[in-house]
Structures are given as structure tokens and as C-alpha cells.
């Protein structure tokens, strides 16, 4: 439990949490703690804290810590990462009409709950509605929405129930009693595909028809972490949002004493891909939790040319990466990991041809060096041995890079292989004409899907079964198998935030969002009927995995299907296979 530099004794108390977490005024921290819930109350006492479990906490507090950058050379996991959105015969694909239709198991997700963290839901649709007109959404908690009760436990957003956003559905301006919004559509469009109803006049239905409906619209990142990682998009999420999101739904769930299937619409390049950091390290432990299983999307990077990778070479005195910038470009910001048993450093050559010699790796320190031909500044942080995954880290931000070829050079000390991954941000957070010239597409899935015990799903187009192009591709930097298994994301069928009105998308969070409806089918055979009553989110992957199709050529598990594509009713066919031989 390392947070000294928070200088908490020059800290005045906050007296309204509510208001710090959504200023920009106020910083957020994701911090690791022993377990000793008590002592961290007591050191945090007067700032705003929130216990995820017994392992990681957030803590907001006044913006005069040091720059984030000067927090990475010790404490780079304690930074909120930035997240982005990873934009019926598909449903028979994935065997998933045959389970709704097979008279034994006829599976609509009944006594089962989904939980879906995106950008919120239009809850006035009528695919999330019972026959009656009354809501199948028995919460939303708004993130964005201050005017009303924030959930029991959570100082921020807005919590409306079941008996609320039936209220709105009678009177005549429902935004006027749960004025919660998804401007954006993808969180409608997937709580369809996950678990909206059936509706005869549009040809459509999900797949979960009768699971109850969580969902956490999630708030906008902040103004500060947006200007580290120099983001423009709008549609930016914070590490710390998510991981209260999925603590309020797991919360939920347990009160309830329900299953739930979770699903997570974002996806972020921060990170070394192992899985090891905090938010994929805690949905790992959350899914060996009876009752919780998880679904990811794989991200949208195979071919946006994000990523760089290789082994510098015992001759070599560096390796050169180069990196094409346009000409509107405002910062670059990047990560680059290589193995703990080697020193990396690098150094810079700008499109002008200046040139910074190998800048030495210093403890605890970050180095800023301004061009002298152009305006850019370069600024350099060192992580020897970052303390989440051993490995070591390199931040580099370059601040109004020149348009043109950058040149990093990239060198190595050591005795073991000296390989190094370096990422950076995802295609939503940077402009198009922003990437590598020698581009690696493995090893291209975003975080958290990296989580070991997550069900990583990519994308396919279920009518020509070609893999998606932009899919990201495995596997994880230790070599793990992800993406785990392929699901519908191409062209699919949904809805809009027009009611009645179907639209169609593309992507690897679709491709999710069919995945955390199957597996809600699943949880209601299993955990709901008292099959496997103790079935968890690593069992049932494992489940899904044995029942997957496996049709196109190639080896399996293999980087770009992982297990293969979707097949829940294959799944239930496994078992009934298991039953008969034994």
C-alpha cells in the first residue's frame, strides 16, 4: 500500500465526494492495497475512498499530486487508464435458436441477470418491456446524472429502479422522472442483441428475452486524464468507473441471489497484454466467483497498425521503430514493455533530423528534453520493474510532434532474449494518419479482455464465416490463448435509438454482446435450475470452448479464432456426450 506521494497531510478533507469525482479539479487513483480494509480507511480518512474488494481501492482527491507522468517510474498501475467503445440468423449461427426452441432446454435467461456497462440504454424501447408495457430493466445506474440518489455505497451518478422508470413509462415525458439518456446507441444496440425482447413487426429478438436488465451507463473521462493520453474523442471512460461499475453489479447480483452474465463495451491499449493489471486481474478473480462470468470484446486493432513488436538483435546497438505523424497531430503517447531481465532505453530522431542519443534509464524520475529545431518536447519515464506484471515500462509522450517520420530507437542490455512490445493508443483515441510503419498485427486484443478468467470474444461475419478484419488478434504477451472463442460481428441486425427502427453494426463488442447473452441461456440451465448450481464464469468458457465450432482451416486454439466460433447449442450437445459415456 504505497500512496506517500498523495501527501495526504497537505490535503484538506473533501466534504462533498459527490461533486469531487466528477470535477476535474480532483484527481482519481486506483489503489492496491493488503487487505487490511481498516488501515486504509484510516491513512485515506477525509478523501473520497471506495473498496472495490480486498485487493484495490479508488481514492479521489485534490489535483496536487505531481504530473501523471512523474507517477510512472513507481506507481504506473495507480493512473486510471483511458477506455473507448469497441464498435436473427446471427443468432442461429451461434446455435442459440436452437436452445431457445429445444422443448427440454427452452433457455430465455428466465431467473438470470445481465449486467451491461456501456453507454447507457433507451429504457422507453419496447424490446425492453414486458407484454404489460412495464420495464424489464430492473436498475440503471447513470454515472452522468447528478440530480438523483446515487446506489447505496456509491457517492456519484444516479441509481433509477424498476418501480421509477415504470413510472416514466406512463406519463407523457418519461426523460422528466429517469432523465437518463444513451446519446451514442451502441449500449442499446448491444442490451438488445444481450437480452432484448421479441418484436414480430421489426423480425427481431435477442437472446437473453427474459433475464432481468442492469445496466451502468458509464460517465465521461476526465479533462486531465483525456490531456495525458491525449485524447480527442468524446467518448472517452475512465479504469476507475469500470471498476465500480462491475463492483455495483456483482453487488447487485448478490442481493438479488442471482446469476449474472456481465458485459464490458471498452477497451483500451494501456497496458503490457498479459491480463496482470489491476482491472483484468480483478475481473479474473471475480470469475471464479459462483454466479459471474464476464464478457469482453477483443478490440478493434488487428490491422490499425497500433502495434510494434520484435527481439533486438546481440549486434545491434538499437532498433529503429518509426512512426508516420501527420500534420494534425497534438501529442503522442505510448507504452513500450520488454522483459525484466534486460534494460531497455531509448532515443529519438525527428523528421528534421535531430537527434537525442540513448536517454539512460533513471530511478523514480521522469526526463523532459525540448527540441531545439522544432517545438516538440519529448518526455520519458522509466518503470525498471513496473510493479503489477515485473516487466519493464518506457511512457513516452511526444508534445506538438513535428508532421513527418519519428524514429525511436530502441536498445537493449542483457543476457536473455531482448524482446519489447510497444503500443499505441487505440484507432477512436488518435488521428488515422498516426502509426507504425512496420505495423505487428499480433498480439493486438485490448485490455481487459487479456483477463484470463473473461471470455474474450472476437468477431466473424456469420453469413460468409470470414473473420472480421479489424478483429484484434492474440495471443496475450505471456503466450495465453485469447481471443477464446468468435461470435457474429459483422452486419448484425439491432436496435437503434428509434423505436421500431433497426439498424445494423459492426465490431468485437457485437461480437461480445452475443456472447454474454449465451452465456446468460447457460447460467439459467446451470446455476438458475439447479444443474450446476455453483457454475462460474471460468467454467462456463471452459464449457463454450468444448462446444465450439472449429470450421475453417488451420490448427486450433490458433491467434484470430482462439477456440473457435460460438456454438451453444454444441455446448449442451458436449454434455449430453459427457452423460452418455459415463
Not at 1 to 25: H, V, W, Y
Not at 181 to 195: C, K, L, M
Not at 432 to 450: A, G, K, V, Y
Not at 504 to 531: I, K, P, Q
Request: hydrophobic share 35%.
Amino acid at each position: 500500500m504505497d500512496i506517500g506521494f498523495l501527501e495526504l497531510d497537505q490535503l484538506a478533507d473533501i466534504t462533498d465526494c459527490r461533486e469531487a469525482i466528477l470535477s476535474n479539479d480532483y484527481a482519481d487513483y486506483v489503489v492496491t492495497y493488503n487487505g487490511d480494509r481498516q488501515a486504509l480507511i484510516d491513512e485515506l480518512e477525509g478523501q473520497c475512498l471506495k473498496l472495490i474488494d480486498d485487493y484495490l481501492a479508488v481514492v479521489t482527491i485534490a489535483r496536487k499530486a505531481p504530473d501523471l507522468i512523474d507517477l510512472v517510474p513507481q506507481l504506473y498501475s495507480i493512473i486510471p487508464k483511458c477506455y473507448g467503445l469497441m464498435d436473427p440468423t446471427s443468432l442461429e449461427a451461434s446455435g442459440i435458436i436452437q436452445v431457445q426452441n429445444q422443448p427440454v432446454l427452452n433457455l430465455s435467461g428466465r431467473q438470470t441477470l445481465v449486467g451491461i456497462i456501456d453507454t447507457g440504454i433507451d429504457y422507453t424501447n419496447r424490446i425492453f418491456r414486458q407484454a404489460d408495457g412495464s420495464s424489464r430493466i430492473i436498475e440503471i445506474w447513470d454515472q452522468s446524472v447528478q440530480t438523483g440518489t446515487p446506489p447505496e455505497g456509491f457517492a456519484y451518478g444516479s441509481e433509477y429502479g424498476k418501480d421509477q422508470i415504470d413510472q416514466a413509462l406512463r406519463s407523457e415525458d418519461p426523460y422528466s422522472i429517469v432523465p437518463s439518456r444513451d446519446e451514442q446507441g451502441h449500449g442499446t444496440f448491444v442490451s438488445g442483441i444481450i437480452a432484448g425482447g421479441s418484436d414480430e413487426q421489426g423480425n427481431y429478438t435477442g437472446i437473453a428475452t427474459e433475464a432481468g436488465i442492469l445496466v451502468v451507463k458509464l460517465k465521461q473521462a476526465k479533462e486531465y486524464l483525456r490531456e495525458y493520453y491525449y485524447i480527442r474523442e468524446e467518448e472517452v471512460y475512465q479504469e476507475t468507473d469500470i471498476l465500480m461499475a462491475i463492483c455495483y453489479l456483482q453487488l447487485q447480483a448478490r442481493k438479488r441471489m442471482l446469476p449474472i452474465s456481465i458485459y464490458i463495451g471498452v477497451g483500451s491499449n494501456s497496458g503490457d497484454h498479459s491480463g496482470r493489471g489491476p482491472l483484468p486481474a480483478y475481473l479474473s478473480r471475480l470469475c471464479t466467483s459462483p454466479g459471474i462470468a464476464i464478457s469482453v470484446p477483443a478490440g478493434n486493432e488487428g490491422n490499425a497498425r497500433h502495434h510494434n513488436s520484435g527481439v533486438i538483435g546481440d549486434t545491434e546497438l538499437y532498433r529503429v521503430v518509426e512512426v508516420n505523424v501527420g500534420n494534425d497531430t497534438p501529442g503522442i503517447y505510448m507504452e513500450v514493455w520488454g522483459n525484466a531481465e534486460n534494460v531497455y532505453a531509448v532515443g529519438f530522431e525527428s523528421p528534421y533530423g535531430e537527434v537525442v542519443e540513448r536517454i539512460p534509464p533513471r530511478f523514480y524520475t521522469r526526463q523532459s528534453i525540448p527540441l531545439y529545431l522544432e517545438r516538440t518536447i519529448i518526455d520519458v519515464a522509466y518503470s525498471l520493474i513496473e510493479g503489477y506484471t515485473g516487466r519493464q515500462l518506457i511512457v513516452i509522450r511526444l508534445t506538438a510532434p513535428t508532421e513527418g517520420i519519428w524514429r525511436i530507437r530502441l536498445y537493449a542490455a542483457g543476457s536473455t532474449e531482448k524482446s519489447y512490445q510497444i503500443w499505441l493508443p487505440i484507432r477512436n483515441f488518435v488521428p488515422e494518419d498516426l502509426f507504425f510503419l512496420q505495423p505487428t498485427p499480433d498480439t493486438t486484443i485490448t485490455e481487459p479482455s487479456t483477463a484470463a478468467g473473461c471470455i474474450c470474444t472476437t468477431a466473424y461475419n456469420h453469413i460468409t464465416n470470414a473473420l472480421y478484419f479489424e478483429s484484434g488478434r492474440g495471443y496475450t504477451s505471456l503466450n495465453m490463448v485469447k481471443p477464446d472463442l468468435a461470435a457474429p460481428g459483422v452486419d448484425v441486425y439491432g436496435a437503434s435509438l428509434t423505436d421500431g427502427v433497426y439498424v445494423r453494426r459492426s465490431g468485437t463488442s457485437v461480437a461480445a454482446a452475443h456472447m454474454a447473452g449465451a452465456v446468460a441461456l447457460f447460467m439459467e440451465w446451470g446455476n438458475s435450475r439447479g444443474n450446476m448450481p455453483v457454475l462460474n464464469g471460468v467454467q462456463i468458457k471452459q464449457y463454450l470452448i468444448r462446444g465450439a465450432r472449429r470450421t475453417s482451416a488451420g490448427d486450433y486454439p490458433n491467434p484470430l479464432w482462439g477456440y473457435g466460433a460460438l456454438d451453444l447449442y454444441g455446448a449442451f450437445a458436449t454434455l449430453q456426450q459427457r452423460s452418455d459415456s459415463q
